[in-house]
């Protein structure tokens, strides 16, 4: 039954999952954004900031590695 092996690997600690290779699933609560990546390049293209779009080390890597022509 999927349920039970969910509930067997299961763990809330986010430590155990950098302590073992693996053998844990963790149920992150993540807020969904209503982000397009065509929305991202075309920002990009018209030299404007995605500083708000993306979380700050995704938007300086992308930066930083000239992506998409930032």
Known sequence: ????????H???DINQLHQ??????YFANTPLENISATEIRQQITNKKSCET???SNVWHYIQ???LYGA
């Open 1 to 8: 039954d999927f349920k039970q092996w969910i509930a067997l």
């Open 10 to 12: 299961q763990t809330n």
């Open 20 to 25: 073992y290779a693996n053998g844990f699933i």
């Open 53 to 55: 779009l993306l979380p």
């Open 64 to 66: 930083t590695n000239h």
